[in-house]
Structures are given as C-alpha cells and as structure tokens.
C-alpha cells in the first residue's frame, strides 16, 4: 500500500509498504477513506519530538471502513464506517475506567521509554514516535487499529467524512479546551493561535456559553475564519496583546486563556528570539511565546487551557505572575473518547458543521508538498485532508 | 514471561525454571514452594545445589485503584558478578526482566493481550 513516511527532519515522503494485518485479537483494519495533516504533524517534520525513526508512517486523523477483524472484537463488522480516536486506548485501566483515555496505562509497547523521560508511561497515539508507542498511522491505504472494541466510532452515513473526520482529535481538543476553562455566563475567553485546534476551540467556547472570544493569530485568513465564528481578533505581531486585552476586559483581563500554540510558537518579543537561539543551540527543547503570554494576560483566578502540544522543557515561565494571581493550569492530550457522541450530537443538530476548517483537499501522493504549504501557512491553508484512494 | 523458556512441575510443591541468561545461554534451576497464603502470598525457595540460588515471593494486596502486585526476589548469578554485568550490558538483569515481565502481566490481565507493534509495516529506507 502508499503511506506517508517519515525519513527525518524535513523529509516527509510517499512509499510503498507492506499492507498492515491483524497482531492482536483486539485489532481491526480499517481502509482509509480520509485522513488530515495535523499541527501537531509539524512538530515531528520539523524534528521537535524525540524517538521518531526512519521509516515510521505517519497521522493520527483518519477514518474509513472496517476491513478485517480480530476475533475479540464484536461491536464491529466489515463495511463499518468509523472514525478513530487519535489516542489509542485500552478501555480497562485505572485511567481508561476514569475518562482519561489518552494517559492509558496499558496500550503504549514502548512505556519504557517515556518512564524514563516522564517518570511515568505515557499513552500512545497514532504515527507519533517510538515514545508514544510506535504504531503505525493512519496517512496511508490501510491502518491496524488496536483495542477496536472501545476506540473506533460508527458515524452515520447521512454526514460526510469532511463533517465526522475532525473528531478523531482536532474538534474534541478544542472542545476539551474549552471545557477546561469552565466557562460561565459573561465569561470572555482569549485564544492564542487561530490554526485548526484554535478554529475549534474558539467555536466551541461559543457552544460552552461564552460571552465573547478573542482570538490572537498573526495569519491573516485565520484571524478571518476566527471572525467568521463571532470571535473578535487580534494581531500578536502589531497588536500589544496585553494591552489591548486589558483594554477590552475593562481591565479585568480574560477569564481564561487558552494556548493552541504550543512548542513552536512564533512571536515579535524577546523571549521569541531567546527560545528560538536556546532551542538552536539544544539548550531548551521547546519554544513557549504564547504559554507565557497566556498566563500573563489571564486575571486573577483565571484558568490557563494548553492544547498546544509540548514535549519537553521550557524556562523563563513567569511562575510569580501565575502564583500571585491564583490561576489554575489545565493541559494535556485530548481524552478524545470522552467527547465522541457529544460532538456527533453537535454536528447531527447542525450547531457545528466542522467541514468549515477544511482550506485544500488533494491525493496521498501529494503529502510532502502539502505538509510544507500547511508549516509555511501558504496558500492560505488551514487544513489539509488527503485522500488515500 | 518474556525471560522464561520453560516451567515444569517436578512433584507436589517443586518445579524446574529454565531462563533465559547472557549471551543466549539458558540458566536452570529448580524451586520448592515455602509459603502459599490463598490469593495473597506464594514464596519460594530453589534447592540446595541448585546453578542459581534464588529466593522470593509474589504479593496481591486488594486497594481501592486494584490489585497491587510486589514481586521480592533475591538471587545469586551463576557466573558471580562478572555474570551480573554481562547480563545488564545484555538487558538481562533480573530488575529489569521483573520490571517488564510484571508491565507484560498487568497488561494480560487487564486488557487481554500484550500491546505490540512488531512486524507492523514501516517505510523501506530504515
């Protein structure tokens, strides 16, 4: 079959692999029908998250039909149309049994690893390195899907894959975003980042009962579609975002703040040029503008909601600011199956139609390009779905 | 157990271990049950004479997040300390095989199969 391989820093290609088949008796096969590039994809062409290997295939959005099954598995037949959970979950651990699927204890081969790096076993997640499991992805023909009786999701046939393929990880992150921020009537919630997790979040703080959203993006046509979605907008690049929020908060500041930039922010201050030379120069391993703005633009007792992926160390954290104003700090995978039949029920009573994010649509073949339209932000893209078939 | 090739039931209360040492050499053994409290404690003891002398338990105690398994176990290598350091360069060392073995248990127990990615297709320029 075709898949999207990962050879390196900047090296993303399409290649001939042996088609995947059944490991485990809680395995199913599932032949794509469409699969997306994800922000988070950059930060592994980009060489940001350690234990990637040569070879590894790719993506973690990606839905499609049923093909083969394992013989543990029965809630499923062939012919099912599913979308699968980004985070790959056993369904019977402390922390599946508690919602938190996507700190699973049992699904990640290679826990060993990230007990090193983390001091505990981390959870594992479709095509995104050694450390979160190894497995395969989904940016190809056909993808082994393991514990198939508690992961993939049977969506109706009435809904496009452009309308259900987002819950495999970007809708419910944003939401899970928003849901952290415990929005109450009157709440104005701040969003750094207007790619697609911020696209969502934005709308789903909407959906939570926010009062206003303000939306922070230095792109242009992001800051449109943020607008599009009632959210006013901000310019991190010409805007003094501080100012500007403590202006249009009266002075109060945002009720929460929510980070969907993560490691590879971008930036017009210092610090930017500080974590871009330290990252450089493998001192940190991460850069974190937006982090440190959100917590120091968030009031007093407010909730700081990171999305944005991290996966190592940053410094000059303004802890001060964040103690002294008693804020709360919300972050971590999206425990994506948590979300499922809420948001189906979101997109079935059109209170959301998340086709909207979707900026280019082309053939698996053309991954490597897309994947540098997507991280250079040209051609106005916001979100690539690519198409195996 | 992934580090074990065999167990065999010699007669009531004593069984014979085979594993897998250094250098893909098999170490054996055989050990004679001591202690056995029902759903809580087995202990065991190897045999006078035996190539490893080896002593240990396994514990379950119920709390309320699950069952909490603790393996104890003490051991002499066959080849003294010399043995001991070829097995850790070789990932052999009896810490880490009980460290995987007891994920590799956990994993079994509660999710009916041990996670795997091996033989899973992969790019052709590794």
């Known amino acids: ?389 | 157990m992934n580090h074990l090739r065999a167990v065999s039931q010699r007669e009531a209360g004593i069984s014979h271990w085979v594993a897998r040492g250094p250098a893909g050499m098999n170490v054996e053994w055989d050990a004679r049950i001591i202690n056995e409290i029902d759903g809580r404690l087995i202990a065991w003891q190897s045999l006078e004479g035996s190539e490893v002398s080896t002593a240990g338990s396994v514990n379950f105690r119920e709390t309320p997040r699950g069952t909490e398994v603790r393996v104890h176990l003490q051991y002499s290598p066959p080849a003294g300390r010399l043995g001991a350091a070829v097995a850790r360069l070789l990932g052999e060392e009896p810490t880490v095989q009980i460290h995987d073995d007891l994920r590799r248990f956990k994993q079994l127990i509660e999710t009916g199969e041990i996670p795997t990615t091996k033989g899973q297709p992969v790019g052709g320029r590794r």
């Not at chain 1, 391989?5 to 042996?18: A, L, S």
């Not at chain 1, 959005?61 to 959970?85: A, Q, T």
């Not at chain 1, 897309?370 to 690539?384: E, I, S």
């Open chain 1, 1 to 389: 079959m075709k898949a999207v391989c990962w050879e390196g820093t900047d090296n993303i290609t399409v290649e001939r692999v042996p088609d995947p088949a059944i490991m485990n008796p809680r395995d199913v096969i599932v032949r794509v029908s469409s699969t997306a590039i994800c922000g988070s994809d950059l930060h592994l062409m980009d060489g940001f998250i350690p234990t990637m290997k040569a070879g590894d295939i790719l993506g973690h959005e990606f839905m499609g039909e049923v093909v083969d099954i394992g013989r543990s598995v029965s809630n499923l037949r062939k012919g099912d149309r599913v979308i699968v959970p980004c985070a790959i979950a056993c369904g019977h651990c402390y922390f599946c049994r508690n919602e938190m699927w996507a700190v699973c204890d049992n699904a990640n081969p290679h826990a060993a690893i990230s007990e090193k790096v983390y001091g505990y076993p981390a959870g594992a997640l479709f095509g995104y390195s050694h450390m979160m499991g190894g497995y395969a992805g989904g940016q190809a023909e056909f993808v082994r899907v393991p514990y198939a009786d508690v992961g993939p999701f049977k969506v109706p046939d009435h809904l496009s894959d452009e309308q259900v393929l987002f819950l495999t990880d970007i809708f419910p992150t944003g939401y899970m975003a928003a849901e952290n921020c415990n929005i109450r009537p009157g709440d104005t919630i701040a969003v750094w980042g207007c790619g697609p997790v911020g696209q969502f979040a934005i709308r789903s703080a909407f959906l939570l009962g926010a009062w206003r959203v303000i939306a922070i993006d230095a792109v242009p046509e992001r800051l449109q579609m943020a607008a599009e979605a009632g959210a006013e907008t901000l310019d991190s690049m010409n805007d003094d975002v501080f100012d500007r929020l403590k202006t249009m908060t009266g002075g109060l500041g945002p009720d929460a703040c929510i980070d969907a930039v993560g490691m590879e922010a971008h930036g017009a201050h210092i610090d930017y040029w500080y974590d871009k030379a330290k990252t450089a120069l493998r001192l940190a391993t991460d850069r974190a503008t937006a982090v440190r703005q959100a917590i120091h633009c968030c009031r007093k007792g407010g909730i700081v909601s990171i999305p944005g992926v991290y996966g190592g160390f940053i410094d000059k954290v303004p802890m001060g600011a964040a103690f002294s104003k008693g804020l709360t700090l919300k972050l971590g995978q999206t425990h994506v199956h948590k979300y499922l039949s809420r948001l189906l029920r979101h997109i079935e009573n059109g209170d959301i139609d998340p086709s909207f994010v979707v900026t280019h649509r082309e053939p698996l073949e053309q991954a490597p390009r897309m994947y540098r339209t997507f991280r250079d932000k040209q051609d106005g893209c916001v979100k690539v779905v690519l198409k195996p078939h």
